[in-house]
C-alpha cells in the first residue's frame, strides 16, 4: 500500500512569491492534515480538511489557505512569502476525522524563502 | 494555554541502558495520546497510542508507554536500546472533542552509542 505522498520534495522561492504543495493521502483516507516544522518551533498545526471541507485550521494568518479534492488529494498554498515561512511542510492523512485515528505522515516539502 | 512538554531535549545513550522520555500535557478533558517517532532520513511514524483502556500500552520495536491521568502524563520507555533507536521521538495529544488537531512536543533527539 502506497504512503502518503508530497511533492515537490524541495523547493526554494524568494520574499513575496507564492507557492503550492501538494499532497496525495494514502487510498482510502479521508481526512488531510498540512503541518509545519520550523528549526526550532517543533511541529505546528496548519490545516486539517475531511471530506472535501476545512475542519480546523491551526494559529496561521489567512496567507496560508488549501484545499482538499474530490479524490481526498490536498494542496497548501502559501501566499506572500516571508523569511521565516522557511520549513520542512508535512502532510499527514487519515482514514476519518476522528480523534483516535492514526495520522500517517508523508515524506515532507522543504521549503527555503530567500 | 494548552501544551504539550517533553522533558528532554537531547538524551545520549549506550546500547542496552533503559530509556525513558517524559511527556506532559496540560490539557483539560479527555485526551488521545501517540508517540511518533523519526529515524534519520524516513518519515514520521507512529510509535504507539493510546485512547482508552489500559494505561499500559505497548508499542512496536519493544516500546511502551503509561499514561497516568492524575499526573497529566504519558512516558516512553523501552528497557534496552539498540543502536538502530537513534532518532528524534516526539509526543502527540488530540482533545477528543470537535477539535482534532494533533499538537506535538518539541521532540527528543535520542542518540545511542553502540
Known amino acids: 500500500e502506497a504512503g502518503v505522498t508530497q511533492s515537490p520534495t524541495h523547493l526554494i522561492k524568494t520574499r513575496g512569491q507564492q507557492v503550492t504543495l501538494r499532497c496525495s493521502p494514502i487510498?482510502?483516507?479521508?481526512?488531510v492534515y498540512w503541518y509545519q516544522q520550523a528549526l526550532g518551533l517543533g511541529l505546528q498545526f496548519l490545516l486539517w480538511?475531511?471530506?472535501?471541507?476545512?475542519?480546523n485550521r491551526g494559529n496561521f494568518p489567512p496567507r496560508f489557505s488549501g484545499r482538499q479534492f474530490p479524490n481526498y488529494s490536498s494542496e497548501l498554498n502559501v501566499n506572500a512569502l516571508e523569511l521565516e515561512d522557511s520549513a520542512l511542510y508535512l502532510c499527514?492523512?487519515?482514514?476519518?476525522?476522528?480523534?483516535?485515528?492514526?495520522?500517517?505522515f508523508g515524506p515532507g516539502t522543504r521549503l527555503t524563502v530567500l | 494555554a494548552q501544551s504539550v512538554s517533553q522533558h528532554n531535549h537531547h538524551v545520549i545513550l549506550s546500547e542496552a541502558a533503559s530509556l525513558e522520555l517524559g511527556c506532559n500535557y496540560s490539557y483539560g478533558g479527555t485526551v488521545n495520546l501517540f508517540w511518533y517517532v523519526q529515524y534519520p532520513g524516513q518519515h514520521l511514524q507512529l510509535l504507539l497510542k493510546?485512547?482508552?483502556?489500559?494505561?499500559l500500552v505497548k508499542g512496536i520495536k519493544g516500546f511502551e508507554a503509561e499514561f497516568i491521568k492524575s499526573k497529566f502524563s504519558f512516558n516512553l520507555r523501552k528497557p534496552s536500546v539498540q543502536w538502530s533507536d537513534t532518532a528524534e521521538y516526539f509526543c502527540?495529544?488530540?482533545?477528543?472533542?470537535?477539535?482534532?488537531?494533533?499538537?506535538f512536543g518539541a521532540g527528543t533527539t535520542v542518540t545511542v552509542r553502540a
Open positions: 487510498s482510502g483516507h479521508t481526512s
Open positions: 480538511y475531511d471530506e472535501g471541507e476545512e475542519r
Open positions: 493510546y485512547f482508552s483502556g489500559d494505561p
Open positions: 502527540a495529544v488530540t482533545l477528543v472533542s470537535n477539535d482534532y488537531k494533533l499538537s
Open positions: 499527514a492523512s487519515s482514514s476519518s476525522g476522528r480523534a483516535a485515528d492514526t495520522q500517517y
